[in-house]
């Protein structure tokens, strides 16, 4: 058995499937301010970044005022304007309820701002299972460590007691700097060849499958 107390999720891609509202939403960013288009999957690709540094990483040529207006225009769209449906993967709200029953601590770690995590999260009525969550506007961007080490320091467990769960490369890599285990889902952003070149301790293609290697992986000795 695996020595978890707390597991860490990232959100868009993992636990929601918003993908395609993300990439909508920047499309419109984009096209409001008459920029260079980018192809959908240089938009997908940065999906789990913060959103400074998404629009960065799309228009490193852009100066200040560009990345400014493109983070109003896509939040804009993202939060209110755009029709997009995004909601929970099936299975998500069951496995969190299972993984509750077993005592564990769970918290969020994204890229998302804190007011689109904190508008979601009563939405989709999954808040009450997180102790924590750490959003990329209130600390370092992933891959940076600092979104993890914070979340464990404020859940009282170290690294070792961590597992981060994420669908892009940038969930692996910051799970790797932090000194924690990392588990990828492939149902996400990121392709499976591309997460297992960050060595992730497995990969799993399903929230069926996710739910089965988690409590399969769920040692008994934290059961309440």
Not at 17 to 43: F, G, Y
Not at 46 to 72: C, F, N
Request: proline share 4%; aromatic share 6%; net charge negative.
């Amino acid at each position: 058995m695996l020595p978890y107390k707390l597991i860490v999720f990232d959100w868009d891609g993992t636990l929601m499937d918003s993908e395609a509202r993300i990439v909508a939403s920047m499309r419109a960013a984009i096209r409001d301010l008459n920029l260079l288009p980018r192809e959908n999957e240089a938009l997908r690709n940065v999906i789990g970044l913060g959103l400074q540094e998404a629009l960065a990483t799309l228009y490193p040529e852009g100066d200040r005022l560009i990345k400014s207006a493109l983070v109003e225009r896509y939040r804009h769209y993202y939060l209110n304007a755009d029709p997009t449906p995004s909601q929970l993967f099936e299975g998500v709200e069951l496995l969190l309820e299972k993984l509750q029953e077993q005592g564990y601590l769970m918290a969020i770690a994204t890229g998302k701002g804190r007011i689109g995590l904190d508008r979601v999260l009563p939405e989709v009525g999954v808040a009450h299972y997180f102790c924590t969550s750490r959003c990329a506007d209130e600390t370092a961007s992933k891959p940076h460590p600092r979104m993890l080490v914070e979340i464990m320091a404020q859940a009282k467990v170290t690294a070792r007691e961590t597992l981060m769960v994420g669908d892009t490369e940038y969930d692996m890599l910051m799970a790797k700097y932090a000194g924690t285990d990392a588990l990828a889902v492939s149902y996400g952003v990121h392709e499976k060849i591309r997460l297992q070149r960050c060595n992730p301790i497995d990969c799993v293609d399903s929230i069926e499958a996710l739910q089965g290697w988690l409590l399969k992986s769920v040692p008994k000795a934290h059961v309440k």
